[in-house]
């Protein structure tokens, strides 16, 4: 069950998820955040993409692609058999392919969730402005 707060929040979010910029913002959406000026923060929230896990999951997928290729070329364990040698290697050789295109694409993701939030903080200086909010806050300051 959804608190009221929620379904606001979500109502706001209905109200520009197709807007494309604070410019298409309309009277009616300005009329709506003057009466929930609350609202104006949800609009987005940051989060932040700890890059030194990228690059550690980076270094790691690489480690674990070099430890695959030694495996595979190095006479280590003999006595297995080729087929269980050759699924240990493939094995070891796909997380770290999997590690390095998850470190790459949550970068790639970083960014453009970066560039999201500096629109978002338009979004929100563009309906305070319009709304007449930041007069308010420059008085209260």
Do not use: C
Not at 13 to 18: I, Y
Not at 19 to 45: C, G, H, M, W
């Amino acid at each position: 069950m959804t608190s009221a707060h929620d379904r606001e929040v979500q109502r706001a979010f209905r109200k520009l998820v197709f807007k494309s910029s604070p410019s298409q913002l309309t009277d009616d959406d300005i009329a709506y955040f003057r009466a929930n000026p609350d609202l104006i923060d949800e609009v987005t929230a940051p989060v932040n993409i700890h890059k030194v896990f990228l690059w550690l999951g980076t270094v790691l997928g690489v480690l674990l692609v070099g430890l695959s290729k030694y495996l595979k070329y190095s006479p280590l364990l003999p006595e297995a058999s080729e087929g269980l040698r050759e699924f240990g290697v493939d094995i070891i050789f796909e997380i770290g392919v999997a590690l390095i295109g998850a470190a790459v694409t949550a970068y790639i993701l970083g960014i453009l969730l970066n560039k999201q939030q500096d629109n978002a903080a338009a979004w929100r200086s563009e309906i305070r402005r319009r709304i007449g909010l930041d007069k308010i806050d420059e008085q209260a300051g």
